[in-house]
Structures are given as structure tokens and as C-alpha cells.
């Protein structure tokens, strides 16, 4: 089934270490998306792809880096992890201009 | 900054009525609106869209009507049933080189049997 495929579903981690979230798509959409959602909230775009090679930066960049090496992978650094990381992380991908995105199922991060 | 924190506004409604959520959006240049449900533990999952040169977009059981003066959208989901019961985002489709999707404040949709 095409779509986004995000791993791990669920990470408690340690606050100072290191975690990639991952993500991957078979749809070969040009554009790629990390997004955070705190409890309640929206979701908030930490950084973007819009072709493989370029990256750029959301809303909430900090602590988090990014690389787009091909099209299908973007995964998603956390340097050394903060408990304000904690949140469900989400990944999506878009076909081309203003076409609807494609969501992963997300995964929820636990930073202590 | 989002307004909403841990206190969603809640919609609750009788199975079988209409349903009716609302959303502001903030740029009067956005020419593209979403709007999504998400489940608990899920991704948003897109239900309708529209664009700036509409006023009104119908799909199955839902209408998206765009107020441009006010800049307002609503969701109307008609026959509303419990599989319905979910949270609601509009989103807008950024104006940058990034065409991000800039949400609203969700709403939960609570269905009564």
C-alpha cells in the first residue's frame, strides 16, 4: 500500500541523547514535511524538502536537523534530546503545488 | 501562538443531525484551503478541499464553505454518525517556497448515539 511509513511508533528516550526519527515514502512526492503536535494543539512545521537535496526551515527549527539525500527518506535528528521534544511527531509528504499532503501515522516521542 | 492548549472546543452533537464547525484562517493572500479529521493515534486524514475562486465545495456528506471577506471556512457534515467523532483542523496552504500547511485551532466532534 503506497504511503509514508514512520519509525519507531513510540520512543521514550533520555534527555541529552541522540534519536532519528524516520520516514519514508513510496509515492514519489517531490515535497517532504516533519511537523510536531503538542497535546491539543496543531500541528507546528519544524523543517521541509521540497526536492531531494534542499531542505529549509518550519516554524520550531531549533534542536532538530534534517536531510533529504533521495526522495523517498527524511529523516529527522534530534541532536540531544529536551523534554520540551516531547510530542507526536508527524511526517508528510505532497505531490506538487498546492496538491493535498499524505500524513504517516506518527511517532510518539517521550523525552526524561 | 495557538490559543487552544489542552482545551479543545467541543462540538457535541445528536447522531443523525447536521453538524457545523468553524475556522479563521489568517492570510487573505491564502488560495488553498484543507480541511482534515484525525482520529486518536492517527495522522490528519484529508476530507475536503478548496480553493480561493470558490465559495462552496460539496463531497459526500460534507460541505466546505469559504468566506473571503471574513476570512472564514466552515465544515458541514451532514447525517453526522459516531465514526464521525473525531478532531477537525482547517489548514492553509502557505504562500512560501515552502507551501506549508499553516493549521487552525482544531475542534472535537463529539456524536450522541
Known amino acids: 500500500i503506497a504511503g509514508i511509513t514512520q519509525a519507531p511508533t513510540s520512543q521514550i528516550l533520555a534527555a541529552g541523547r541522540r534519536m532519528t526519527l524516520r520516514c519514508t515514502q513510496d509515492m514519489r512526492h517531490n515535497a517532504m514535511y516533519w511537523y510536531r503536535q503538542d497535546l491539543g494543539l496543531g500541528l507546528r512545521l519544524i523543517h521541509y524538502s521540497n526536492t531531494a537535496g534542499t531542505t529549509g526551515k518550519g516554524e520550531v527549527p531549533d534542536g532538530y536537523s534534517v536531510s533529504r539525500a533521495n526522495t523517498d527518506d527524511f529523516p529527522l535528528t534530534l541532536a540531544s534530546a529536551v523534554p520540551s521534544q516531547t510530542s507526536v511527531y508527524f511526517c508528510?509528504?505532497?505531490?506538487?503545488?498546492?496538491?493535498?499532503?499524505?500524513f504517516g501515522s506518527g511517532t510518539r516521542l517521550t523525552v526524561v | 501562538g495557538e490559543s487552544v492548549g489542552l482545551h479543545l472546543p467541543t462540538l457535541s452533537v445528536q447522531e443523525g443531525d447536521n453538524s457545523i464547525i468553524n475556522c479563521a484562517y489568517s492570510n487573505s493572500a491564502s488560495d488553498y484551503f484543507i480541511w482534515y479529521k484525525q482520529e486518536s493515534g492517527k495522522g490528519p486524514q484529508f476530507i475536503i478541499d478548496?480553493?480561493?475562486?470558490?465559495d462552496k465545495r460539496q463531497g459526500q456528506r460534507v460541505t466546505v464553505l469559504l468566506n473571503k471577506t471574513v476570512k472564514h471556512l466552515s465544515l458541514q457534515i451532514a447525517a453526522t454518525q459516531p465514526g464521525d467523532s473525531a478532531v477537525y483542523f482547517c489548514a492553509e496552504i502557505s504562500m512560501d517556497s515552502s507551501y506549508k500547511l499553516i493549521f487552525g485551532s482544531g475542534t472535537r466532534l463529539l456524536v450522541r448515539p
Open positions: 478548496i480553493r480561493s475562486n470558490m
Open positions: 508528510a509528504s505532497r505531490a506538487g503545488t498546492g496538491d493535498g499532503y499524505t
